[in-house]
Each structure stands twice: as C-alpha cells, then as structure tokens.
C-alpha cells in the first residue's frame, strides 16, 4: 500500500472508509477476469450517506463501462454521491462515449480514483476533465492493489505486447519429467488447482508442439472458486507453437468449448497440414522462420499420429517460430496476458528472448534426478553467471507440502512489480 500516493489524509476515518469501497470495486472489477481483454478490469461503487447505492464492473470489451453500470445502479441519486473507480474514468469517445462526462452529468460529488490509466488516450486527462468540472478527485487509494489486478493490460498499453507468464511445475531437483517422458503428475492436487486458477486469470495459454505430442493435454481451467460471485471462469483460448503444422487433428486441445485454438505455423508448413487443422477447429497463423534446424524432436512424443509420424519421418527441415513476432501477433489477437506452459523448449525460448514478465514455479515435494531427464528450461544455456536472468521475487507459499515461487523478471518495461508501474 503506497500511503504517500493517497491525496487525501492517510490513517483518517475516511482514508479507512474509502479504503473499504475500492476493496469492494476490487472484488467486483475480478467477476470479469478474463472476459475483458484488450480492456482492463474495473470496477466501481456510488456511495451516499455511507451506503453504497450503486456497483458495476467492465463485464465485457466493447460493452458499457464500470463507472457506467454503477451510475445507473444509482439512478439519480448518484447526485451529490460519491464514486469509488479502480482505474481513472476514460476522457476519450472509444466504442463507449467518455465515463469522465457521464460522471459530471450525474452530479457525483467526489471521484476516488485507484489507479491513473496509463493508456494515452486518458493518462491523466479523465482526471483533468472531472477536476476542472469542480469535483473533488481522490487518487492512489489502494493503487498497488489496482496496479496488480490490470498487471496484463498496464504491460499491453506500455510495451504494446502482451504480459506472459511462464509456469512449470517441478521437482526439487528442477526436472519436468522423468528420464522416460513420465510428467504426470509431479505436483499434488492443490498446487495443480492453483495452476487451473492462473489459467483462469490469463487470456490466453501457450505450449509447444513437444507438449502436445507428449501429454495430449486439455489446456482446459477446470478452477470453481470457493464464491462464484468472485469470479466468473474462462476458458483462455489456446495457442500451441508447432513449425510444421504436426497437432493431432483428434488432440485434446480440440475437445473443449467456447474457447479458440490457435495454431502458429513457418511458412514451410504443408498447406494441406494447415486444412486438416482447419478442417479440426484451429485458426491457423503462419508465421515467418527463424533458424532452420533438422528434425530431432521424437524422444517424448509419445502421441504420435500417422500424421505426425510421417512429418517426422521425413526429416524435414524444420523452422523455430521467433518469439518477438509471435507476441505482436497475440497483441494483435487482442491478447493481454499469456501463461506459457511449456515444455523445456518452448520456456527456454521465452527466457533466452527475455520475452516475459513473470515466472510461477510450482515444485513438488519429490527428486527425479537422471541426466537424461528434462529439466525445465532447456535450449544453449549461458556461459557466464553474469549473463544470468536478473530476478526480483515476490512471494513463496507452501501448497500443502508443495512450493509456489512467484517471480517478476528485473528491469523489465511496463508494469506492476514492487512499486514499478
Ligand atoms: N511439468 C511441467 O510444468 C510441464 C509443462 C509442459 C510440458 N512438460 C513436459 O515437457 C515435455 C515437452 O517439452 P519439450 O521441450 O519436449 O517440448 P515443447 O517445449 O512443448 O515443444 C517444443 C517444440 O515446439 C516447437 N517450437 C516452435 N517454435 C518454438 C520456439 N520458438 N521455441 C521452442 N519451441 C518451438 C518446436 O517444434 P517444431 O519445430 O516442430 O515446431 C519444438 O521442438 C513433456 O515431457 C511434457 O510432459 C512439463
């Protein structure tokens, strides 16, 4: 809590009151966790006479805003209210008309703003607008906290690619697998539905062809909060990295509903691969090669149809995907957060790229050990320690005799993490 960003009086009664309604709009913005991107979450409160008369949160890109909803929760008694927001209301005619003017029009009496929004188009300016209107505008009450909660959409605005997350669920000894390819499962129950809760609080899920081949997994959030007025879970839609267009047509990935697969493809994939995964459901995005290296992939690839068997026996010559234009294309997708699955590969790209923001390593109380076994970032490695990847973290918690570290990457541009946004 940054007591020093609040204009109004720290540690005073109101401060504690107003404190209490940002939670609320807190708690309200999450109901919509997932569904709003490339917008923000928000959410927010209409206090009277030390009742709350009004809440709303975003639900949806495109559809009515927080301040929106709340006000008209309100009715005309939001005249002379006050208005609690976790992001500054927008000055800007966007798909909706400015929330700073339907404030004014609505004779709210003082603004409580959490955080500034940094998108351009506002930064400042819905602000400037409710001031200079001659209401009273609060701002910084739980701003970390606001910070946190649009962490995807602050790095989207900021850097104009999506927030990615790197997750990998280990042993002590830093190995996603055993020395035959045996992954499942390496954490306990409580740490994997801590996994399903991140998926739930990302847009999207990334893994690699590797992955699909070996475990034919779902990618599904199978997470039900404790309160389902909490959250309303999503399914992020799926983006697997697969050169040569090798994804079973019968894949798990396929089987869930209300939610998208996207296949990223080089250009040397065959055009028929790209119908077939068509004709399965998959959107198809070709993207440009990188290095070009000869197929050795086969060692975990314990799903294997004829398809992928004959793509693989023909000792193609196969494209690594480049990570930096596969984010500007998931920016484009409208995707503002991205967990990324692995496997060992696939992570190894995205640290040797520095292409992410954050890193969740759930460890699972067991040792594989083998030299053969695969650890959890593969790929050249550094020469040099002073060449390493600088780390800030977060938090650890013990999952029921598992480890859950969370991990924001030093210096990086953009968001929220320790004060830096
Ligand atoms: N414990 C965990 O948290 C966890 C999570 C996931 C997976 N796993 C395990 O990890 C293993 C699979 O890992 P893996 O390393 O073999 O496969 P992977 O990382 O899932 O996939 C690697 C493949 O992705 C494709 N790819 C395309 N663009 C890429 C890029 N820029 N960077 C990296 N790969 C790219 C390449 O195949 P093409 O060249 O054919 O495109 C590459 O061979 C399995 O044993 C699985 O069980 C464990």
Wanted: one cysteine or more; a negative charge.
């Amino acid at each position: 809590m940054r007591d020093e960003q609040y204009t109004g009086k720290p540690q005073t009664a109101e401060y504690e009151q107003d404190k209490q309604y940002m939670l609320r709009a807190l708690t309200l913005a999450k109901r919509a966790t997932g569904f709003t991107h490339p917008n923000p979450m928000v959410g927010a409160v209409v206090v009277k006479n030390g009742k709350i008369i009004g809440e709303g949160y975003h639900q949806k890109a495109g559809e009515a805003h927080a301040e929106v909803h709340a006000l008209k929760a309100a009715g005309e008694n939001a005249n002379g209210a006050t208005l609690y927001v976790t992001l500054e209301p927008c000055a800007h005619y966007g798909k909706t008309p400015p929330c700073a003017k339907r404030v004014i029009e609505a004779g709210i009496k003082r603004v409580v703003v959490g955080l500034i929004d940094p998108n351009p188009l506002v930064a400042g300016k819905g602000i400037k607008m409710i001031r200079e209107a001659g209401i009273e505008v609060t701002t910084g009450i739980l701003e970390k906290e606001c910070a946190k909660l649009v962490e995807g959409f602050l790095t989207f605005i900021k850097t104009g690619k999506p927030f990615v997350t790197l997750k990998s669920a280990m042993s002590l000894d830093g190995k996603i697998a055993t020395r035959t390819g045996h992954s499942q499962w390496i954490t306990n129950e409580t740490a994997r539905m801590d996994g399903h809760k991140l998926r739930a609080l990302h847009d999207a899920i990334l893994t690699g062809i590797g992955t699909v081949l070996s475990d034919n997994p779902s990618l599904n959030c199978r997470w039900q909060p404790e309160d389902v007025n909490e959250y309303a879970v999503h399914q992020p839609d799926v983006i697997v990295l697969d050169s040569m267009g090798r994804t079973p047509t019968d894949a798990n990935i396929f089987k869930q509903i209300n939610r998208k697969v996207y296949i990223f493809v080089s250009s040397k994939c065959e055009a028929s691969r790209i119908n077939e995964l068509e004709k399965a459901g998959a959107q198809v995005v070709i993207l440009a090669d990188t290095t070009n290296t000869t197929d050795t992939l086969g060692t975990t690839d314990t799903h294997d149809t004829d398809d992928a068997s004959a793509i693989k026996q023909s000792g193609a010559t196969k494209a690594q995907l480049p990570i930096e234009e596969i984010l500007t294309k998931l920016a484009e997708l409208g995707f503002t957060s991205v967990l990324v699955e692995g496997g060992s590969q696939v992570i190894a790209s995205f640290v040797e790229a520095r292409a992410f923001d954050k890193i969740v390593t759930y460890i699972g109380n067991t040792i594989i050990g083998g030299q053969a076994a695969l650890g959890a970032i593969s790929g050249t490695g550094i020469d040099q320690l002073a060449d390493g990847v600088d780390l800030v973290f977060e938090s650890v918690e013990i999952l029921a005799n598992n480890i859950r570290i969370e991990t924001y990457l030093a210096g990086r541009s953009g968001a929220y993490v320790h004060g830096d946004y």
